[in-house]
């Protein structure tokens, strides 16, 4: 199955599971199992915007970085920028916070909520380098449209 083919299952089952519901927590929990699951990516999970910085949110893989400052590491400058970070390999970008040093590449998403302003990222991370490209870019840009109705702040 092609990476294509996979992110099209992949949405259309993200669109069943969360059609209707608006609890949060819930919402990211099965969002980011489905990604993690589908895609058998190393991390996958959100960081939602508190006031004063991310704050970890649902998510799967091993222990992760509870707090990240705005524009520190690829998550904090995802959300500061308003724009999707593609990290071919993580040793090479600056400020990155290494949270496992098995995380080689790293894609960070912002979520937005229907006024467009962001309230988390989706935050990826693999263990092998150059894993993410425009195709992920641009499904996962999609899959987290689909969150903008949820009310991510505060968690």
Known sequence: MTKEEKYEELTAQIKC???GETDA????????AAIHEKMEFFWTGF????GDC?????????VACMRIPYGRGVCGTAFERRATIVVPDVELFPG???CSSLSRSEIVVPVFN????????????????DTFNDTDRQYLEH???LLSHLKL???
């Open 25 to 32: 927590v819930s919402v990211m929990a099965n969002v980011s």
């Open 17 to 19: 599971l969360i059609e």
């Open 47 to 50: 960081y939602v915007d508190c």
């Open 96 to 98: 990155h916070i290494a």
């Open 153 to 155: 702040n505060p968690l």
């Open 143 to 145: 899959i987290c449209s």
């Open 114 to 129: 229907e006024e467009g302003t962001p309230m988390g990222v989706l935050d990826i991370d693999s263990r092998e380098l």
């Open 54 to 62: 991310l704050h970890l949110g649902p998510f799967q893989g091993s």
